[in-house]
């Protein structure tokens, strides 16, 4: 699935759905809306896979691979007192939603600057690895897990955007996976591991909602 993309078609307002274009591996194009829009994607994937809207009502889940989810780090490693034989292979979803755990993705330039320090100038640490929703450049210098310091406090992106309810975010195997340009590469897992216990980034909630543009300034408010 990392060789599909998505955009809009028209930019989102409040209250609708806006038209989403898939572009496929093969480079053809297909409407989320599309009547056989299912369909084209199954025999992509070569499973039976359908497009669904998120719903308030039903209680969602997302099917994990204990065997897999960390690459090749133990999950003992990762979730003290758990081993692959106990992990549960689902999870539930925020109700209403798809997201793993919140609406929002945060990282910070520094962050992988200091990632690169600890495996590899070779590393790929490109942002798409972990698909933040915000990207935030940090100063040069500043290098480390920068948001550790940003927990206790609320980001104020843009105008009138607040970000607040932060956690630190557990990875997965998906950040070492090959993709677009960017190899496969199990040396970024192993370092989150080794050394910030698996966590790079973090993800928030919504306290003010408003509109973001490339280069909004972002400011730490505790």
Not at 140 to 146: M, R, T
């Amino acid at each position: 699935m990392l060789e599909f993309s998505a955009r809009y078609d028209t930019s989102p307002v409040p209250g609708a759905l806006a038209p989403l274009c898939i572009t496929l591996p093969d480079g053809r194009t297909v409407q989320a809306q599309a009547t056989d829009a299912s369909a084209i994607l199954s025999a992509m994937l070569n499973r039976p896979v359908v497009l669904e809207r998120a719903r308030s009502d039903p209680l969602s889940h997302a099917e994990i691979d204990p065997a897999t989810v960390f690459g090749d780090v133990s999950v003992e490693n990762v979730l003290p007192g758990c081993t692959t034989a106990t992990m549960p292979d689902t999870f539930p979803l925020p109700p209403g939603t798809f997201f793993d755990a919140a609406p929002i993705h945060i990282l910070a330039s520094g962050t992988l600057a200091h990632l690169r320090t600890l495996i590899g100038e070779d590393a790929q640490l490109d942002p798409r690895r972990f698909r933040p929703n915000i990207f935030v450049d940090t100063i040069s210098k500043n290098e480390g897990f920068l948001e550790d310091g940003w927990l206790e406090g609320t980001l104020e992106v843009g105008q009138s955007v607040q970000l607040v309810q932060m956690q630190p975010t557990l990875r997965c195997v998906m950040t070492s996976h090959r993709q677009s340009d960017l190899v496969q590469d199990l040396r970024i897992l192993r370092a989150a591991v080794q050394h910030h216990r698996n966590h790079i980034g973090v993800w928030a909630s919504i306290g003010t909602s408003g509109t973001v543009h490339v280069g909004d300034p972002v400011m730490l408010v505790r």
